[in-house]
């Protein structure tokens, strides 16, 4: 295997939405910058061919007072789990986002005024701005290369460098060739995203059918976990809903009413479609289409009909914008009218909404390493509002600091690059797919809708039995499937991780729940579940969330 | 399964190639018509068709499974 060495003061690994803004912003700030990305940043990420809603507080919109706002998103995005300090930032900078991506070509604006939509209760704090994204990876990829940005494409980092208590690099693969590079830099900014895969997909046999990108697969946080640092709330499941079937995100963007089979409305709040506030009954009751469908009172359909000629042309716009035109294609082909015909949704499948410990300067537990964006659950605004930050305060940290040097890591990176040609040259060895097929068949029947000690226990023991044989004998023909090997390998320490901290967890809140703890414990309000690598093992941790 | 390439209108750009966020198209060679190395890894998120300078050079087919249930 090749071997290259790479410099920057800031390395960002992932160049999405929240890589390319912290790259931007690191590189405004005077840091050397270089972005490592698995695909091309020109389409990568969630953001990949758009998004059409951004969390914002626009003062003309919504007037001088902030906190109306602060306290919308944090109830309906953040809950619990974050500081009202976190929310507060990222509303007071979001305005700031919103006006630069204007500025440099990502239209923020719809027919020439702020306009706000979906994602919030009748007559509650509209906080979505519409815009229109398709075109916002190349445009951010254009003003990163503006700054002197290094792209480095094709490349996955698996594991950070580490010195005392500070990160000092990075090493990673080229996806295509057979290369091994190094990265030394003064600091890392994480940004790989969400973390897909992990349990199975809603079509068997169809594991790239994901609402979010599948290769988004838990990197950074894996990373970050056996680096030392903190992760946070990865007990806390997240689902998304949508099309039956064609899992994609932007519910939000359907302009309809859910409705059961006989055209009854699910919800009190809306009973002809009403693109201001949509039909939020899909949030307020996230197991809606699981219960419909269990009970036999399903299909339960989003319905359009009904809808203005104005309303259509709107959600068209949202969908193309959203980065669903494969869907808009796909039901063009069909004959599907969505004016016509109401079209089945369901909810997707678990995953963990927990992630990188990270605070409002984009700071986590250890020295040097930043993250950012769905390194914990916060959609686009949040990525474009942190990455952003978590930019700008690398770039200071590494004014401060001497430039380290990677020598004494060798024998371990050396080591790393032996392991890696072990897996390429293994003849007979267990493919990504299987590994990561087991992988999702324990995490969907012993810590999926059924979450009791019991299961907890015993499929706690079968990950850790199969993260054993999949090290011993997974093998690659080549750098793709390198690349997915070392995904599923991070996956079976995130897999590991949530099944820890649902053990740990022995109570039910909000969307979390455990048939044998059915109650709220009202001793760990306001408090988080945190936890880390301490001697190769997960030490976990309740702390206070602070204000 | 996707994508589907039209040779007759695909000139071998290679942007798809380089855009592709899953790499269906690993394996492919500069100049010539791109390969479908794993089309069952396809997101179906369209950058392919969207980026493409040739209008029906490239196109998405949606697998049955993931076909719309409407009435």
């Known amino acids: 295997m090749k071997e290259e060495m790479v410099k920057a003061d800031v390395l960002c690994v992932g160049g999405g939405i929240a890589g390319l803004m912290a790259a931007i912003h690191a590189a405004e700030s005077g840091a050397k910058v270089v972005v490592a990305e698995k695909a091309n940043t020109l389409r990568s990420g969630a953001g990949a061919t758009g998004n059409d809603h951004f969390r914002c507080y626009i003062p003309e919109f919504h007037g001088a007072d902030i906190r109306p706002v602060v306290e919308e998103v944090a109830s309906s995005q953040s809950g619990w789990s ?56 190349p445009i951010l990829t254009k003003e990163a290369k503006k700054r002197g940005v290094h792209i480095i494409n094709r490349v996955m980092i698996f594991d950070l460098l580490n010195q005392g208590d500070g990160v000092v690099g990075a090493v990673g693969i080229n996806t295509r060739e057979n290369r091994f590079i190094i990265f030394q830099a003064k600091s890392v900014v994480l940004g790989t995203g969400n973390c ?44 998304w809903a949508g099309p039956k079937y064609f899992a994609r995100c932007g519910k939000a963007t359907w302009v309809g009413v859910f409705r059961d089979p006989q055209d009854k409305p699910i919800g009190p709040f809306i009973t002809k479609p009403d693109r201001k506030y949509g039909d939020v009954i899909s949030d307020a009751y996230p197991t809606l289409f699981s219960d419909y469908a269990n009970s036999g009172r399903g299909p339960v359909y989003m319905d359009c009909r009904g809808m203005s000629k104005e309303d259509y042309e709107y959600m068209m716009y949202g969908l193309k914008n959203e980065g669903n ?59 474009a509002t942190f990455g952003w930050i978590a930019g700008e305060n690398a770039a200071k940290y590494v004014k401060k600091v001497k430039a380290s040097e990677t020598d004494t890591l060798m024998r371990d990176i050396e080591m790393k690059k032996d392991w890696l040609t072990r897996i390429l040259s293994r003849q007979t060895g267990v493919g990504w797919q299987e590994a990561n097929i087991a992988l999702q068949q324990i995490m969907q029947d012993y810590a999926g809708t059924v979450r009791t000690e019991s299961l907890l226990k015993a499929g706690l023991s079968h990950v850790q039995r199969l993260k054993k044989k999949v090290h011993a004998t997974i093998s690659a023909k080549n750098q793709h499937e390198l690349m997915h090997c070392l995904e599923v390998l991070n996956l079976l320490d995130i897999g590991e991780l949530v099944f820890t901290a649902i053990m740990e967890r022995k109570e039910s809140r909000g969307k979390y729940y455990r048939q044998d703890y059915p109650f709220t414990n009202p001793l760990l309000n306001n408090k988080v579940l945190v936890c880390k690598q301490v001697r190769s093992k997960p030490a976990l941790e309740w702390r206070e969330v602070k204000d | 399964m996707p994508p589907i390439i039209n040779n007759q209108k695909c000139t071998a750009c290679g942007k798809c190639v380089d855009i592709c966020p899953q790499d269906v198209f690993f394996g492919s060679e500069r100049k010539k018509t791109p390969l479908i190395t794993y089309p069952e890894e396809c997101w179906h998120c369209n950058a392919c068709v969207l980026d493409c300078p040739i209008a029906g050079a490239i196109s998405l087919r949606i697998p049955l499974p993931m076909h719309i249930c409407y009435k």
Not at chain 1, 96 to 114: A, C, F, Q, T, Y
Not at chain 1, 341 to 348: A, G, I, L, S
Request: proline residues 5%.
């Open chain 1, 325 to 383: 035109l494969a869907l808009v294609n796909h039901l063009g082909e069909e004959g599907i009218d969505i004016r016509k015909n109401p079209v089945e949704f369901m909810t997707y499948e678990f995953t963990t909404r927990g992630g990188i410990n990270y605070d409002e300067k984009g700071e986590t537990s250890l020295k040097g390493l930043y993250a950012a964006g769905d390194e914990y659950f916060g959609g686009i605004s949040c990525a």
């Open chain 1, 82 to 137: 974050r500081s009202l300090k976190f929310v507060h930032t990222w509303m007071e900078h979001s305005f700031e986002i919103v006006k630069l991506w204007d500025s440099w070509g990502i239209p923020m604006r719809h027919n020439g005024r702020w306009d706000f939509s979906a994602h919030a209760f009748p007559g509650g704090v509209l906080n979505t701005l519409k815009y229109a994204g398709q075109n916002q990876k």
């Open chain 1, 196 to 239: 897909v895969r992990l349990y199975q997909a809603p079509t068997p046999g169809c594991d790239f059918n994901r609402a979010d990108p599948p290769s988004t697969a838990g990197d950074g946080r894996a990373m970050a976990y056996r680096a030392g640092a903190e992760l946070v709330n990865m007990e806390m499941p997240r689902r």
